[in-house]
């Protein structure tokens, strides 16, 4: 079964951490592209970093590269999101994605490129 699994989300205090984690299963990783997005309350989903299988590369979005970086365990088919330094606006639904693309990642990811998605994650930034 295809399938994207994420976990870690929570609550946690401003200036606080969480990792969130997206484990692959049912596809072979090669061809794709995984992507971090996130929903905000009242907001429309909107990518967030992304990291090609193809050749390693990420990217991740102006607004959080300070505080948010993507990694991978080839290994274990599973992809983080480190989240430092949590803000109140950062509390959202977070998805992990998958999308068919063979090539370096430079600019963020969007909705429509991808077509395996998983069911979110609720991260809730609040003291």
């Known amino acids: 079964q295809v399938q994207l699994v994420e976990s870690g989300g929570g609550l946690v205090q401003p200036g606080g951490t969480l990792r969130l984690s997206c484990t692959a299963s049912?596809?072979?990783?090669?061809?794709?592209?995984i992507a971090w997005f996130r929903q905000r309350p009242g907001k429309e989903r909107e990518g967030v970093s992304c990291f090609s299988n193809y050749d390693g590369s990420v990217y991740v979005v102006d607004s959080v590269k300070d505080r948010f970086t993507m990694s991978d365990d080839t290994a274990k088919k599973t992809f983080y999101l480190q989240m430092n330094r949590l803000n109140p606006e950062d509390t959202a639904v977070y998805y992990c994605?998958?999308?068919?693309?063979?090539?370096?990642?430079?600019?963020?990811?969007?909705?429509?490129?991808?077509?395996?998605w998983g069911r979110g994650t609720l991260v809730t930034v609040s003291s």
């Open positions: 049912g596809f072979t990783l090669d061809s794709y592209v």
């Open positions: 994605a998958a999308g068919r693309y063979e090539g370096t990642v430079d600019r963020p990811p969007y909705e429509h490129e991808y077509t395996i």
